[in-house]
Structures are given as C-alpha cells and as structure tokens.
C-alpha cells in the first residue's frame, strides 16, 4: 500500500526522469510527467494507462497548478541543468531555476500536495579543501547553477508545514545509462571519449568529485516517497559515493574500454588544462543513518551499463547529436 498514490515529476522526461517515470509506475504509482519536451518522449512508457504526460513550462504557474490538482507529491527535477548551461541566456537559465520555483512550491502546496522533494545539487559547495563536506558546509557556489541550486532550498523550507513535507536532495555528478541519455557528465563523457574517439581528454585531472549512478539516484526518489515525514520533513542530504579525481575516473574508462572492446588496443590519456575548479569531497554519512540510504552501484557499473548500451547499438551519434548534450539542444533550440 503506498503513501502516495499520485505522483508528479517535473522534468520528468529528463535523464533522471526517463529512467524514474518507468519505474515508478511499475510499482504501481499513478504518474504525471510534467516537462517542457527539449529532448522529446519517445522514450517514456506512453502505452501505460497510468502515465499522463503533460508538454509543459515550470514558470507557466497556471498551468502547473492545474497539474497539480489531485496529485500527492511532487518530485522536482525540472531545470536547466549543468554548469555548462549557463553558457546559454542568462535570463532563460534565472527564470526557471530561480524565478519559477518559489511559485511552484506555493501551487504545489495550494493544490493540496502533501510532499515536495526537490533535486538541489551537491555542486552548491563550489571548491572546498574539506576532507569532509557535510550539508553543514558553507556554500560556496563558483556559477549560476551553484547559486541558485543553493538559493531555493530556503524558498522551499519557507513553505514546510504538516501538512506540506519539503525535502532537499544534494546529489554528487551523475553518471550512467538513461533513456534520455547525458553524455555531458563527466563519468560518461570520459567513457564516451574512450569507447568512440579511442582517445580520453582529461580536463585538469585532479579535481575531486563524487559520483553517483542515475539508478540509485532513482532509488533515492523512490524511497523518499515512501519515508516517515518525520525523517525528512525540512531536511537536507546529501547523496553521493565514491569521491574521485577525474584522472582517477579516466584511468576506470580506460581500462573497463579496453576490456569491453579488446579491439581497441591501448586507449591513450591526454591532459590538457582546465578552467572548471569545482572540487570537493561530499560526506553522504546523514543519509545512511538517518534513511539507511547507501548507493549500491559504482562508477565501474556506469561505465559498463555505458559500455553495453553503446555495444547494443543505443547511443548513435554519441559525439555528434545534441540529444546527449542540453547545451548543445538548447541552444540549437533558440530556447528562450
């Protein structure tokens, strides 16, 4: 019996959410998608009876509160997302990472939502020298996505009451195979270097960053669904494992490459600087005691579920359509 019966996702037909919807309602769970489309939805479940997908913007409030009505909780995926984005119109990145969502968490809660879990990032602490970055961590955000990753979680948890449950989840890089695949994280985008350039690019090398497997983070979702209010209500966690330098990252492609495509021979590492300095080492310890959260896959497992989409012939074009990449489609998109 689940505490929740309906549930929306913003964003829903993103790369996390392409591999949540499915999941979601095979456990039986009536789903909203609710997503502006950039990257399309060929890939969603449509056939299933219980999946309404809604083409929608975020900072079309109206429309949203519309969607909401009737739903018990919301999970909240939708934004322009990554660094990198920002390289697009700053107006469009702030309207709907910042503007659109303090109005989007009072529709939710006006509608008669009962939960709100809202996907933060753990990129918010920027640089830090740390050896243990806790949620209690100054935040020291180096972009715009940072910032206001950072500046909403306080808008949410102005609006926590009973009967509205607000979470913020902080999630390491992600990485792994999705249906709406990204190959624009940093675990993909080195394998994707292997397995179709046989060469790796190594931007820096020694900046520290944790990872996590987009099925686990699925995993985290489907938990927090289920959790006591009580154990969530107005918290923030951190989600992460393996804590790695991207050399060391490169140095697991390279030798997992080699050993799904033996043909290749020898991939050669290639350095060459970088001006992206984000570095920290995230401590995921809250969420194992408090939730009994512990990521159960590896960056090893991204690279082989990588390995075997790519054998399997599900990621064509991997250097070349914009699919993979939100940068590239958005601004191919004119997305304003």
Not at 33 to 40: A, E, M, P, S, T
Not at 151 to 168: G, I
């Amino acid at each position: 019996m689940h505490k929740f019966n309906r549930i929306l996702v913003t964003g829903g037909a993103g790369y996390v959410g392409s591999l949540l919807t499915p999941q979601l309602l095979e456990q039986g769970y009536q789903v909203t998608v609710y997503d502006i489309l950039y990257f399309g939805d060929e890939f969603l479940p449509k056939g299933n009876p219980n999946l309404k997908v809604i083409r929608g913007d975020i900072r079309d409030t109206v429309a949203l509160a519309r969607a909401f009505a009737g739903v018990d909780a919301v999970v909240s995926l939708a934004c322009i997302s990554n660094d990198a984005s920002f390289e697009l119109d700053e107006r469009l990145s702030t309207s709907i990472n910042l503007d659109a969502f303090e109005p989007m968490v009072v529709a939710a809660k006006e509608a008669g939502v009962k939960r709100f879990v809202y996907c933060s990032s753990s990129s918010v602490y920027g640089v830090s020298e740390s050896p243990d970055v806790t949620e209690e961590h100054p935040l020291v955000p180096l972009t715009l996505y940072n910032k206001y990753k950072g500046m909403c979680e306080p808008l949410l948890f102005k609006h926590q009451s009973p009967e509205f449950v607000c979470v913020a989840i902080r999630p390491a890089t992600l990485c792994g195979y999705a249906p709406r695949q990204r190959l624009d994280l940093s675990v993909n985008i080195l394998t994707n270097h292997a397995v179709t350039n046989n060469k790796i690019t190594v931007f820096g090398g020694a900046q520290k960053r944790p990872n996590l497997h987009v099925q686990d983070m699925v995993e985290l979702y489907k938990l927090l669904l289920t959790v006591p209010d009580e154990k969530i209500s107005g918290q923030i966690f951190n989600a992460g494992v393996q804590n790695m330098s991207i050399m060391d990252i490169a140095l697991i492609a390279k030798r997992v490459v080699q050993e799904q495509f033996p043909e290749k021979g020898d991939i050669p590492i290639v350095t060459t600087p970088s001006d992206d300095i984000r570095s920290y080492h995230v401590n995921s310890d809250k969420i194992a005691r408090v939730l009994d959260f512990r990521p159960k896959l590896t960056v090893e497992d991204a690279i082989r579920d990588l390995c075997a989409a790519f054998k399997a012939g599900k990621l064509p074009r991997s250097l070349d359509d914009d699919f993979y990449f939100n940068v590239r489609r958005l601004k191919r998109l004119n997305a304003a």
